[in-house]
């Protein structure tokens, strides 16, 4: 499948990473290709430079927003939460139409200092402000519960007996999400939650999740839910 | 121990119960005793009325939100969310002052329609908004993530193999808690998540709940974190 990946950093790469391995044709997009390319530095987390990524995974493509949307059957949401709107006007509707969008972002906003809270809570959230600005776009949520190691390999954590959600209003398009994390990235228990409102639910878990790293010192974590 | 639990809905009963069933001296406050014991009909859930419950309990005691606040030397918070600031105005904080005071409640919010979103949210909290408003109180948040029949035993859910949070300023009191959670009511793995501002993540960890129990269609149903 042709998959666009949008955004560069550690979620960014750790999907597109794990669906070239699957043997999809990956574009990564980003706003711009020259300048994400230029950069030589660590980011302030420590992750190496992207080119360097990149020159370790030869069959992934680097372009910008719309040429990577356009060539995506399938577009993956993995910017930063608080730019993605901007990123996906950048992309263009007319990229996103008809296509699956996956949204693995979570709304974080540092602005009250650490940790962080939510830029768009409660009566709403972020899949659902992506969906009504994009309704042609068929969004899933899905991913944002968990740190970007675990996304792509559940099995580093608790051997991976643990759940993952997806949440939107095409059940065909869930359906395709759904295959690709049971038997593409390994997830064993997908919990289907409902039309993309219910992205709330796993959107607000992000303060309890931000806690419980706090508390376990580690992000290698996640929930199963227990019934 | 004398035990003050304040509110006389499904989640007061529960812990009222089990708390009294342990050996200890429960009073559970409301704000009219009268009023409370005069009422014949099931609520609007169809719970039995109190008098109906109280009289399977002759062991615990009904009293005004004063008097059981002062008769407890642990004050429980199994009011309604919404109306448990009012309550405890009501409880006086002089009956609250030192005391361990264990708050259950969800800041629910059910006039955005069902499911109910929060009254406090995001950068502030319900626990935060009580220990703010009773600061010689040592407020601990827990079991607001469960149901009421498994906050009291955990083992209907899974065999017990699930997790339940404390929050609090109060080392002390998160201590004593944490021993009625495991010895009293059999809970396995009690997670500190630390302070009362950590208390955000448990209440938002309710727009998760609400839409896992409307797509497992069952309010039996718990987390697990696994690490």
Same mark, same amino acid.
């Given at each position: 499948?042709?998959?666009?990946?949008?955004?560069?950093? $550690?979620?960014?790469?750790?999907?597109?990473?794990?669906?070239?391995?699957?043997?999809?044709?990956?574009?990564?997009?980003?706003?711009?290709?020259?300048?994400?390319?230029?950069?030589?530095?660590?980011?302030?987390?420590?992750?190496?430079?992207?080119?360097?990524?990149? @020159?370790?995974?030869?069959?992934?493509?680097?372009?910008?927003?719309?040429? &990577?949307?356009?060539?995506?059957?399938?577009?993956?949401? @993995?910017?930063?939460?608080? &730019?993605?709107?901007?990123?996906?006007?950048?992309?263009?509707?007319?990229?996103?139409?008809?296509? =699956?969008? $996956?949204?693995? @972002? /979570?709304?974080? +906003?540092?602005?009250?200092?650490?940790?962080?809270?939510?830029?768009? $809570? /409660?009566?709403?959230?972020? !899949?659902?402000?992506?969906? #009504?600005?994009?309704?042609?776009?068929? =969004?899933?949520?899905?991913? /944002?519960?968990?740190?970007? *190691?675990?996304?792509?390999?559940?099995?580093?954590?608790?051997? !991976?007996?643990?759940? =993952?959600?997806?949440? !939107? /209003? +095409?059940?065909?398009?869930?359906?395709?999400?759904?295959?690709?994390?049971?038997?593409?990235?390994?997830?064993?228990?997908? $919990?289907?939650?409902?039309?993309?409102?219910?992205?709330?639910?796993?959107?607000?878990?992000?303060?309890?999740?931000? #806690?419980? *790293?706090?508390?376990?010192?580690?992000?290698?974590?996640?929930?199963?839910?227990?019934?």
């Amino acid at each position: 499948m042709r998959v666009a990946v949008l955004g560069t950093g $550690v979620v960014g790469r750790a999907i597109a990473g794990k669906l070239s391995e699957l043997g999809h044709e990956v574009v990564v997009g980003t706003r711009d290709p020259n300048e994400t390319l230029a950069r030589q530095e660590p980011d302030y987390m420590g992750n190496p430079p992207f080119a360097a990524w990149l @020159a370790e995974h030869p069959q992934v493509r680097l372009a910008g927003l719309a040429d &990577a949307a356009a060539h995506g059957e399938l577009v993956v949401n @993995a910017t930063a939460g608080g &730019a993605s709107l901007e990123a996906l006007r950048l992309a263009g509707a007319a990229n996103l139409d008809g296509k =699956v969008l $996956v949204d693995v @972002a /979570n709304p974080l +906003d540092f602005s009250q200092g650490m940790p962080p809270s939510l830029s768009v $809570v /409660n009566t709403d959230c972020l !899949g659902e402000c992506i969906q #009504r600005e994009f309704p042609a776009a068929r =969004v899933v949520k899905t991913l /944002n519960t968990v740190n970007a *190691m675990v996304m792509v390999d559940p099995g580093l954590v608790g051997g !991976g007996d643990h759940t =993952v959600f997806v949440s !939107g /209003n +095409d059940p065909e398009a869930k359906a395709l999400v759904t295959g690709l994390l049971t038997d593409g990235f390994g997830w064993r228990d997908v $919990v289907d939650l409902g039309d993309i409102t219910t992205a709330r639910g796993p959107e607000m878990f992000m303060a309890l999740w931000l #806690r419980l *790293m706090g508390s376990l010192q580690t992000p290698m974590l996640n929930i199963k839910v227990v019934r």
